[in-house]
C-alpha cells in the first residue's frame, strides 16, 4: 500500500523559508510522477508543482514559480518543496501526491495523497 508521510512544515514570517519532505513507500517511487497540492483554509486544493519520470522536469504554478523548487531523491524515496520568499498567501495545508499515468499526470489528477503538513506564513 501507498504512503506518503510529508513533513517540514510550521511557522514562519514573510520572507522565511521553509523546505518540506515527503517520504514514499509501499511503490516504485521512481516511476511515479509527483505533486505538491495545497489547501487554504475555507478553499479548495491548489496545485503548487509537480515533477516527471523521465528527467525530473519541473513545473509550477504562477503564483509559486520562482519561489518554490520541487525535486525528488529517487535513491531516498523522498520528494522535496524548498520554499523560499514566503508570502501569507501561502499558508495551507501542503499535501504530496503521485500520479501513475502520464494522462492523470497532465490533467493534475492524483492517484493518492499524504496526511499533509501545515505551513503557516505570518507576522
Known amino acids: 500500500q501507498e504512503q506518503l508521510v510529508e513533513s517540514g512544515g510550521g511557522l514562519v514570517q514573510p520572507g522565511g523559508s521553509l523546505r518540506l519532505s515527503c517520504a514514499a513507500s509501499g511503490f516504485s517511487f521512481s516511476t511515479h510522477y509527483m505533486s505538491w497540492v495545497r489547501q487554504a483554509p475555507g478553499k479548495g486544493p491548489e496545485w503548487v508543482a509537480n515533477i516527471n519520470t523521465v528527467r525530473n522536469m519541473p513545473r509550477y504554478a504562477d503564483s509559486v514559480r520562482g519561489r518554490f523548487t520541487i525535486s525528488r531523491d529517487n535513491a531516498k524515496n523522498t520528494l522535496y518543496l524548498q520554499m523560499n520568499n514566503l508570502k501569507p498567501e501561502d499558508t495551507g495545508l501542503y499535501y504530496c501526491?503521485?500520479?501513475?499515468?502520464?494522462?492523470?499526470?497532465?490533467?493534475?489528477?492524483?492517484?493518492?495523497w499524504g496526511q499533509g503538513t501545515q505551513v503557516t506564513v505570518s507576522t
Open positions: 501526491a503521485l500520479t501513475r499515468s502520464y494522462k492523470d499526470y497532465v490533467e493534475n489528477k492524483y492517484d493518492f
